[in-house]
Nanobody
Framework: QVQLVESGGGLVQPGGSLRLSCAASGMIFSIDPMAWYRQAPGKQRELVALITSGGSTTYADSVKGRFTISRDNAKNTVYLQMNSLKPEDTAVYYC???????????????WGQGTQVTVSS
């Protein structure tokens, strides 16, 4: 099993910045890719950004140029630097990862518990 623990959410004014972190733990053999999703009230969960172990990234059009995803492979940790935040970025942000893990290794998809990001004046 893999546990994903997020941190860094909170309340920020429009135009402000936040940095989210997500640390993966467990009997992990490989973890790839790692990603951030978000879900706003009344909306479907959507992909925000994804990064492979090789550093290739994908972003939702709505966050391109404002958000940056990065990872520390040695620490199995992924980050999301969010700049120029807008009220429409308000959502619960979830960490997601695909990993080979366990005493009998198998590939699974894992989610964090979510962290609230609120952008409001």
């Amino acid at each position: 099993q893999v546990q994903l623990v997020e941190s860094g959410g909170g309340l920020v004014q429009p135009g402000g910045s936040l940095r989210l972190s997500c640390a993966a733990s467990g009997m992990i053999f490989s973890i790839d890719p790692m990603a951030w999703y978000r879900q706003a009230p009344g909306k479907q969960r959507e992909l925000v950004a994804l990064i492979t172990s090789g550093g290739s990234t994908t972003y939702a059009d709505s966050v391109k140029g404002r958000f940056t995803i990065s990872r520390d492979n040695a620490k199995n940790t992924v980050y999301l630097q969010m700049n120029s935040l807008k009220p429409e970025d308000t959502a619960v942000y979830y960490c997601n990862a695909e990993a080979v893990a366990g005493s009998r290794p198998y590939r699974g998809r894992y989610w964090g518990q979510g962290t609230q990001v609120t952008v409001s004046s």
